[in-house]
């Protein structure tokens, strides 16, 4: 498959307003996620964008590709994306984690587009599971894409879930780790190792992809490889910056939980101008 410079760069456009919805979302609601929102823009952009087969006018659409936010708390990205891609209006992002808004800080149903309410994490890639095997009962040809965190994937659950993924060979899941380093307590190497991480996913029978995250040309050549590979699940490595886009933001660990204040917002809004 072959992806022209006039795609990647409308896709680079989309991403830098999707940033820029994040940061203006963060700042008027006071609290939330900006470091791992910010360093899986690039991914979820292309994904949404150039990828997932889905129909924003049919949110219940039976034959729409599945996407699932696993790491739930970066769910500023994934509402700015459905607004951009006219799930709801872009001025309800503004809502975000206000009392009675449906955009609370973890995904929940009650958002179009929304599959499974997320936020406990770690479960994600079982969920994942569970829609790639109803596929397979329902002899649909949907492909079901999930986002984990690098700090996510220390826990127990993940793996069960990669093992009984490739042990019942999900062939039309594509996993997507958003591997920046962080998490909310520091390095994800200091707090708890999670490498080798392709020879542990290819151990567990899963077709691993190691690419850069934040170049489109690699990302939708990965998406394309994942798209094309059959009898196995695949998992596309994203070597991610944490906060990316926003020069003060990235690789800042006190960035992962803390929105943006008003002045903060105008000069990162500045910068992805």
């Known amino acids: 498959m072959q992806h022209g410079d006039k ?3 409308e896709l680079e456009s989309k991403a830098k307003e999707v940033r820029r919805l994040i940061m ?8 939330g996620h900006p470091g791992g929102s910010l360093s899986a823009t690039d991914l979820i952009t292309a994904l949404f964008f150039s990828v997932l087969r889905h129909k924003p006018s049919n949110p219940d659409w039976p034959e729409r590709d599945r996407f699932h936010m696993s790491k739930g708390h970066c769910c500023p990205l994934w509402y700015a994306v459905l607004a951009e891609s006219g799930y709801f209006p872009k001025e309800e992002l503004l809502t975000l ?18 599959e499974v309410a997320s936020g406990s994490l770690g479960q994600g890639l079982s969920v994942a599971l569970g829609m790639s095997l109803a596929a397979r009962i329902d002899k649909k040809d949907y492909r079901v894409y999930v986002l984990l965190g690098d700090g996510e994937v220390q826990e127990g ?13 999900a062939g039309n899941i594509c996993a997507i780790l958003d591997r920046n380093g962080f998490q909310i ?17 290819q151990a567990f029978g899963w ?12 990302i939708l050549r990965a998406y394309a490889e994942a798209n094309e590979t ?44």
């Open 207 to 218: 077709h691993t992809i190691e690419i850069n995250g934040h170049d489109m040309k690699e």
């Open 185 to 201: 307590d520091g390095r994800t190497k200091d707090i708890m190792s999670i490498e080798p991480l392709a020879a542990k996913w």
């Open 7 to 9: 795609q990647i760069k």
């Open 24 to 31: 203006q979302m963060l700042c008027e609601a006071g609290s």
């Open 157 to 169: 659950n993940i793996w069960e879930a990669a093992m009984a993924a490739g042990h019942y060979r």
């Open 97 to 114: 984690r206000k009392f009675g808004s449906r955009l609370q800080g973890h995904p929940d149903r009650r958002v179009p587009g929304v």
């Open 230 to 273: 059959k009898g196995k699940p695949s998992i596309i490595i994203a070597r991610t910056i944490k906060g990316k886009g926003v020069s003060f933001m990235e690789n800042v660990v006190d960035f992962h939980g803390r929105a943006p204040t008003k002045e903060e917002t105008c000069k990162a809004i500045k910068e992805l101008e």
